[in-house]
């Protein structure tokens, strides 16, 4: 009987190739298949290489035969985003602008992926050079919520998202620099982990260099560890990579805190605030200590808005006009309006945001973790998240730990009354990646045993 390799994880699919249940191409063929069958137009791919992927898994099937894997990801399929460059692939960044023509090397948090015998198969789509948290980019047109086809899938991850949740593979690469791994991680019901800044190497910076992470798209917190055993390596191309790695704390009762506001006054839907209080009663009854810590409205989101206009305007102050038209025209008001801010209020927005910042990371001294809804609600509908400030509507609780550089997990929570699901963000201090995952794993396990 056929192994299906679609419905089996990470360590499902290499103990299969381990005993010759399974052999790589045999998985890829299967992935190719559904992906080509797919009537819904989920469109989550702006870059499929069917041809280099086999060639690819024929190698792992040689080295699996051999007993002698690369790593824990050997004939694994995993996506890239769009954003990041593969060797042998354009990079088009989501954008008209962008060129055609294939980039000549891995970037860093690809190399470990390539050199431990991922198969990379596919680049998913992202909006215009990562812009903002829709669901469309200009190059590939409009990618769906497998989960909720009515809805938001967001962004600027929306392929990754998309590919994991659809049941495409078990790893996809995404990034995220405000909440591009996260939001669309609640909004599609996976699991999607920010790791600390320069845990996965990231090169070459970009304007918003100090907020940028590359991050995970999987189906469970255990497929995120494995994955992060691979991408997790130290690259010279990224000097914020060369730090000691933690290990995970030995099992032990967490000093948990939880909040229902943080970077934004939106209020949280009913659904998720009755979820996370949920979670929090199960956490203290499995003996944790459970702390409300809370967090008054501000304007933060305004500040990190401007922020974000400015880097847009850095990003492409130095083309030419002509080379500006080929953006998106949402895409080239934000770089207007980035260029004429006055000096002075972006100066006292971005202190602001230093201040805060700062003193949220330093509370994190008295506790293992904070609990937080990774998004407000479920995804709107389809098109309703547009091209405008979006830190206040949808990204109140992710953009203030890409200024920390704080490891966050984005785990599935719940659903609203329609079934279209949301998700608990799980926040740790900074390069606790490990106890984050560990965390994760038995926040999972509890969720589970609640269902």
């Not at 469970?220 to 790695?245: E, K």
């Not at 949280?268 to 003996?287: D, F, I, Y």
């Not at 953009?399 to 998700?423: H, I, K, M, R």
Request: aromatic share 8%; net charge negative; with cysteine.
């Amino acid at each position: 009987m056929a192994v299906d390799a679609l419905s089996l994880d990470i360590a499902g699919l290499t103990a299969a190739y381990r005993d010759g249940r399974l052999h790589p191409l045999q998985a890829l063929d299967q992935l190719f298949d559904a992906i080509e069958a797919d009537a819904r137009g989920i469109n989550a791919f702006c870059l499929l290489d069917r041809a280099a992927a086999a060639r690819e898994a024929e190698a792992s099937g040689r080295r699996w035969q051999e007993g002698r894997p690369l790593s824990v990801l050997d004939g694994v399929p995993v996506s890239i985003k769009d954003l990041v460059n593969v060797a042998g692939w354009p990079t088009r960044r989501g954008s008209l602008s962008g060129s055609d023509d294939p980039v000549p090397q891995d970037a860093p948090g690809v190399a470990p992926l390539r050199a431990g015998g991922a198969v990379l198969f596919g680049k998913t789509t992202t909006t215009e050079f990562g812009w903002t948290v829709g669901s469309s980019n200009p190059q590939a047109g409009t990618t769906r919520n497998p989960a909720a086809p009515d809805r938001e899938i967001g962004g600027s991850s929306s392929g990754a998202a998309a590919q994991v949740a659809a049941g495409w593979g078990p790893l996809a690469l995404g990034s995220d620099a405000g909440g591009s791994v996260r939001l669309p991680a609640s909004w599609s019901g996976t699991v999607g982990f920010k790791p600390s800044f320069g845990a996965i190497p990231l090169a070459p910076a970009s304007a918003f260099a100090e907020f940028a992470h590359l991050g995970t798209f999987t189906r469970s917190v255990a497929d995120c560890a494995l994955a992060m055993r691979v991408l997790s390596q130290a690259d010279a191309r990224d000097p914020s990579s060369l730090f000691a790695r933690t290990e995970a704390p030995p099992a032990r009762a967490l000093r948990v805190a939880w909040t229902l506001s943080l970077g934004s006054s939106r209020a949280v839907q009913p659904a998720v605030a009755e979820a996370v209080a949920a979670l929090v009663e199960r956490l203290a009854g499995a003996g944790h200590t459970l702390i409300h810590w809370p967090e008054a409205a501000s304007e933060r989101a305004e500040d990190m808005w401007r922020v974000w206009l400015s880097r847009i305007h850095e990003s492409f102050v130095d083309w030419t006009e002509a080379q500006r038209e080929r953006l998106s025209p949402g895409l080239r008001d934000a770089y207007g309006q980035g260029a004429a801010q006055a000096p002075a209020e972006l100066a006292r927005a971005r202190a602001r945001l230093r201040t805060w910042s700062g003193a949220l990371a330093r509370r994190f001294a008295d506790v293992d973790l904070l609990i937080t809804p990774a998004t407000p609600g479920a995804a709107p509908p389809l098109g309703e998240v547009g091209a405008g400030p979006w830190f206040e509507a949808v990204g109140g609780f992710t953009y203030p730990f890409n200024l920390t550089q704080q490891p966050a997990l984005s785990l599935p929570l719940g659903a609203d009354a329609e079934g279209a699901p949301f998700g608990v963000q799980v926040v740790g201090p900074r390069f606790q990646d490990a106890a984050v995952l560990v965390a994760g794993a038995r926040i999972e396990a509890l969720l589970a045993e609640a269902r």
